[in-house]
Every structure is written in C-alpha cells, then in structure tokens.
C-alpha cells in the first residue's frame, strides 16, 4: 500500500471512530492520504417494519452542511494528532456503499475501511447494510475495524490449497511486513466423505494430515510470499477444524484476520463465502475481506 489512498467511511458513530482510527494509522504507515467519506442520502431506505420514512425538513443543502462540518472537525482534530498526515473529505451523494466504492474508484485507492456494527453480541450479529453491500461488491479489500485487536498479535490469513486465497495472503503478507509482524497462515479440513461411509479420515493421524498440508502449502500458495517477504516469519498451520472456526478461535489474539472470497460470477459476488461472511460479522479484531479479483 504504498502511497495509495486509504479510504474510510465516517458517520460520527462509534463503528465509524474505530474504523477512522485504523485507518489513519495505516495511512501515516504507507505515506498515501486518509479520505474521510460521509455519503448524504436524501433519500433513506427504512427498514421493512419501521412504516414510512418522514421527508419533512430533509434537505440536500443541509445534510451537505451538517456533513462537511462533521468531516471538518475529524479533519482538524487527525491532522493536530498527526501533521504529517494527509487529509482530504469527500462527500458523495446517495447511498454510503456506493458512494464509497465510487471515491475508492476515483481515488485509486488501496483498501476501504468501515466501522462495525457495534461491539456486543447483539450488534455483532447484524452487520450493517453498507457494510454488508460493501463487501458483496467491493473490487478492493474492505477491512471492517472493530477496536484495535492485539497490538503484539499476529497477522492471521486463511489459506486454501488452491489459488483461491491468493489475493488475501499478499495482502496479509504486505500487512505483516509493513508492520512488522508474523505471518501466521490457517488452513482448516473435515475428513473427506467416503460413499458408503460417511466421512472418514483416512490418514493415520491429524498431525500426519496437518505435516503433509503444512509442506504442501508451503511449496504452493505460500511460495511466492517467502520469495517476496524474506523477513517477514510465517507460521503454517493445517488443523483438522473446519476454516471459519479455527480462523475466528485464533483471531482473539490477532492484530488482523484476512480472508478470501472468491466473488466469480454474477451469483458469487451476490454472494460472500460463508468464512468470511461469519468472519466479518463476529471477529474480536479487525478484519480484512479480499476478494479474489482483487488487484493487489
């Protein structure tokens, strides 16, 4: 991420102050500029069983107003924190989710950050509609910041043993290398279904399963990150733990999680994989969603 444009969206919420502060830091880290983005909707969307949303009073030039003097106060209180920071407002007309894609479009940005929802148990089932539409649609990773995780963790990646999670190990390893932080990559199996059986393992043990898959990892997906990262430490672990449980039980103590999605297809993109779906909604740190299309 190298003096590429960090984007973050901003509501004056709690999500959006988590989301504002993780942000900031990884653009003074890349040297590119924070752009703080508050969508004006003049046109809300209720939810099905709130009844008819009131117009009365809502007023493009106002929320325009209200806006910018929103953004012009986090502007000035980031750049007294950090004047070597770079920030710039925008704010686009319409729905935040589009509104955003649209200025990481504009700016080239490297990644886009959110807020979640909330931080109890409540919150963290529903995530919110921008967010959701975000990571269904963005063609550039989207990290959902929720406090600050473990600033001693791990950059934690789910690996796959095919080409599917490539995109999101080049962006962990560039996060872990940045930051200078292990790389510790997470591949999870179930034992295989065996007509006639049901699912049977047929390895003599799950650490022989686990060595074979850690080696196969190691000289597949995982290649090309130790010849560009030389210094940055990488864990392999291959455990017999279906993925979304093992990334999540090792995401508590992470200072990011990072997981793929394969977004191919119109039905796919609609779509996002059940790992990082769950992922997005529930991790106890912030997490990186990279979709497989993504240009990194």
């Given at each position: 991420?190298?003096?590429?444009?960090?984007v973050?969206?901003?509501d004056?919420?709690?999500?959006?102050?988590?989301?504002?502060?993780?942000?900031?830091?990884?653009?003074?880290?890349?040297?590119?500029?924070?752009?703080?983005?508050?969508?004006?909707?003049?046109?809300?969307?209720?939810p099905?069983?709130?009844?008819?949303?009131?117009?009365?009073?809502?007023?493009?030039?106002?929320?325009?107003?209200?806006?910018?003097?929103?953004?012009?106060?986090?502007a000035?209180?980031?750049?007294?924190?950090?004047?070597?920071?770079?920030?710039?407002?925008?704010?686009?007309l319409?729905?935040?989710?589009?509104?955003?894609?649209?200025?990481?479009?504009?700016?080239?940005?490297?990644?886009?950050?959110?807020?979640a929802?909330?931080?109890?148990?409540?919150?963290?089932?529903?995530?919110?509609?921008?967010?959701?539409?975000?990571?269904?649609?963005?063609?550039r990773?989207?990290?959902?910041?929720?406090?600050?995780?473990?600033?001693?963790?791990?950059?934690?990646?789910?690996?796959?043993?095919?080409?599917?999670s490539?995109?999101?190990?080049?962006?962990?390893?560039?996060?872990?290398?940045?930051?200078?932080?292990?790389?510790?990559?997470?591949?999870?199996?179930?034992?295989?279904p065996?007509?006639?059986?049901?699912?049977?393992?047929?390895?003599?043990?799950?650490?022989?399963?686990?060595?074979?898959?850690?080696?196969d990892?190691?000289?597949?997906?995982?290649?090309?990150?130790?010849?560009?990262?030389?210094?940055?430490?990488?864990?392999?672990?291959a455990v017999?733990?279906?993925?979304?449980?093992?990334?999540?039980?090792?995401?508590?103590?992470?200072?990011?999680?990072?997981?793929?999605?394969?977004?191919?297809?119109?039905?796919?993109?609609?779509?996002?994989?059940?790992v990082?779906?769950?992922?997005?909604?529930?991790?106890?740190?912030?997490?990186?969603?990279?979709?497989?299309?993504?240009?990194?």
């Amino acid at each position: 991420m190298r003096d590429r444009a960090v984007v973050v969206g901003y509501d004056a919420s709690p999500g959006a102050q988590d989301a504002v502060r993780w942000a900031a830091a990884e653009a003074r880290r890349t040297g590119g500029p924070l752009i703080a983005v508050f969508a004006v909707d003049p046109v809300p969307v209720a939810p099905a069983l709130a009844g008819p949303v009131p117009t009365d009073g809502i007023d493009e030039e106002n929320l325009r107003a209200a806006a910018a003097t929103i953004l012009g106060e986090l502007a000035a209180v980031l750049r007294e924190q950090a004047g070597d920071l770079e920030v710039r407002t925008r704010i686009p007309l319409g729905p935040p989710a589009p509104g955003l894609l649209a200025v990481a479009g504009e700016e080239n940005a490297e990644v886009v950050v959110v807020g979640a929802t909330g931080h109890n148990a409540v919150a963290r089932a529903v995530l919110g509609s921008t967010t959701d539409a975000l990571l269904k649609a963005a063609r550039r990773p989207v990290v959902v910041a929720r406090g600050v995780g473990d600033p001693d963790g791990d950059v934690v990646v789910g690996i796959a043993d095919d080409d599917s999670s490539n995109a999101a190990v080049a962006f962990a390893a560039e996060y872990a290398h940045r930051h200078g932080k292990r790389l510790r990559a997470v591949h999870g199996w179930s034992p295989e279904p065996v007509p006639g059986f049901g699912a049977v393992d047929l390895w003599a043990s799950d650490a022989d399963r686990g060595a074979v898959l850690a080696d196969d990892l190691l000289s597949g997906p995982l290649a090309p990150v130790l010849e560009a990262y030389p210094t940055v430490p990488v864990e392999v672990e291959a455990v017999p733990e279906p993925p979304g449980h093992a990334l999540l039980d090792r995401a508590a103590r992470a200072a990011l999680l990072v997981v793929g999605t394969h977004g191919r297809g119109a039905l796919r993109r609609m779509l996002l994989g059940s790992v990082s779906h769950r992922a997005a909604h529930v991790a106890p740190c912030p997490v990186a969603v990279v979709h497989g299309r993504c240009e990194l």
